[in-house]
């Protein structure tokens, strides 16, 4: 007996639709690995309506008082946590993350990133007026950019469109969101949830694949192209959005350095980066994946790593001893495994390294050491639950083959020498550096990289301003 799939739709000036042409795509629950819903998969048409109504209600939007869209988007946030429980349920649906950490990792952080958000769109700053030629006096004036194209990615559905709506809808802008098309689940309910608080337009989300993100990137009428994704995806937005010289903001690929020197307390080092390395099955542009150990205390740091990983579980979202689910998609699992059986000799797998089960796209927690610099493993993003340790001699070694990547997101310094950490936070190219932690974020500091992890930033004050844009209006005193 078949089941029905639930039928997911576009929010598009603020009604929910069908694809224009009545085509969908089936969206697959990773646990199971069987499909729950379909989605529009949307095409030139469905692109077009969303947006003229992101365009027709731009005006209107943009000259609201920053304390109307303050109280908006704190409606927003308190609707948020009304409905929690509705995104945790469609989130996990979505990804298969456990559902006590999605409720007590996501929401809090989501709510309060929109909050903050609210607050920013009252405190714009800038040159003050003044006269800097005789009889003339110079104001700057920050204004929103236009209609946002924003495309989320499928590692965190629900917080990465937080981190893209609300700075852009804080400045003023309009936007139409693209989830990835194996998480739209949770998109579409934020849109529902938007949907009662904002005009009709101002926020629309469009489905599809690959090919519905370049129609929306294409397009003539957004301002600015925002996407978090892959290295690849962000190159063909650049190159897309170059033809209209559209802005582009974009947060791709991560290969975080974890340096850990001799004088580290192993034990606490341990628990923190085995966390923060399988987290969300390593499914983070920030995970600490790429560990390396100072080579008098490797042997000791790769037995008590490898030890936490085999200790660590992942399985059901229902299961509270799982800290992490299954990878996201059929392809993940494949490029997931393949870099493990593409491993060259003098490496060693010390845990892990397989499939779990066989329903499902569930990962063994994985420790490889004995690895290289020039390692595929090494080079490459994996994004999955595999930790790679190599061993480094001293401080200047440590630094070159932790920025001996063409990543530069996130990473960090393990040691109790404060001059040895402030030095490793000047060398380290990355857009952010952790001193003995990795991971946490606040919404009042940057998320964004260099080199290949892209380039804007998500969160704070520097995020909010990437979505404005800068006047300069002068007037004579003599008129």
């Known amino acids: 007996m078949s089941t029905e799939l639930r039928r997911l739709r576009n929010y598009i000036d603020g009604e929910f639709l069908d694809a224009a042409d009545g085509r969908t795509t089936e969206v697959i629950n990773p646990v199971t690995g069987a499909a729950y819903a379909t989605a529009p998969l949307s095409g030139q048409a469905d692109v077009d309506a969303a947006m003229a109504a992101a365009a027709a209600a731009f005006p209107a939007w943009r000259d609201q008082t920053p304390s109307e869209r303050q109280r908006a988007l704190l409606k927003i946030a308190d609707a948020f946590e009304e409905r929690a429980e509705e995104l945790i349920a469609a989130e996990v649906e979505n990804t298969g993350k456990p559902i006590g950490l999605t409720r007590s990792e996501e929401i809090p952080p989501m709510v309060d990133q929109i909050r903050f958000f609210a607050g920013a769109a009252r405190m714009l700053e800038g040159r003050s007026a003044g006269e800097y030629m005789e009889g003339l006096t110079s104001i700057v004036r920050r204004e929103p950019i236009g209609v946002c194209a924003q495309v989320a ?23 139409v969101l693209k989830p990835s098309d194996t998480t739209p689940a949770s998109t579409v309910l934020i849109a529902d949830i938007i949907g009662s608080i904002l005009p009709k337009g101002v926020f629309n989300v469009v489905t599809g694949d690959r090919d519905t993100g370049r129609l929306m990137v294409e397009h ?46 192993i034990a606490k080092a341990v628990e923190d980066i085995s966390v923060a390395g399988f987290f969300n099955a390593g499914q983070d542009c920030t995970a600490a994946t790429r560990v390396l150990v100072q080579e008098t205390i490797h042997d000791e740091f790769v037995a008590a790593l490898a030890k936490a990983a085999a200790e660590t579980k992942t399985g059901q979202p229902d299961d509270e001893d799982v800290l992490y689910g299954p990878l996201n998609n059929p392809n993940q699992l494949k490029q997931v495994s393949g870099f ?11 845990t ?21 610099q020039d390692d595929e493993i090494i080079q490459n993003e994996v994004f999955g639950p595999v930790i790679t340790v190599q061993s480094f001699t001293d401080e200047a070694q440590a630094i070159e083959w932790a920025n001996g990547v063409e990543f530069a997101l996130a990473s960090s310094v393990w040691t109790k020498d404060h001059g040895r950490a ?13 001193i003995n932690t990795h991971i946490p974020l606040v919404a009042e500091m940057p998320h964004g990289g260099f080199k290949k992890s892209g380039y804007g930033k998500d969160l704070s004050a520097y995020g909010f301003e990437d979505y404005t844009r800068i006047k300069h209006v002068m007037t004579s005193l003599d008129a």
């Open 153 to 175: 990615p499928w590692n965190y559905p629900m917080m990465m469109a937080v981190w893209k709506f609300a700075p852009a809808l804080a400045a003023g802008n309009t936007v």
């Open 220 to 265: 003539h009428t957004p301002a600015m192209a925002s996407i978090t994704g892959s290295v690849r995806a962000g190159m063909s937005v650049a190159e897309s959005a170059s033809k209209d010289l559209k802005r582009v903001h974009l947060e791709l690929g991560g290969k975080a350095p974890v340096v850990v020197f001799e004088d580290t307390d």
């Open 340 to 350: 493990i059986e593409r491993l060259p000799a003098h490496a060693k797998v010390e």
């Open 352 to 372: 892990g390294g397989h499939r779990v089960g066989e329903v499902g796209f569930f990962y063994a927690p994985t420790v490889v050491s004995g690895l290289k």
């Open 422 to 434: 402030m030095r490793l936070s000047k060398s380290l190219d990355f857009g952010c550096v952790w």
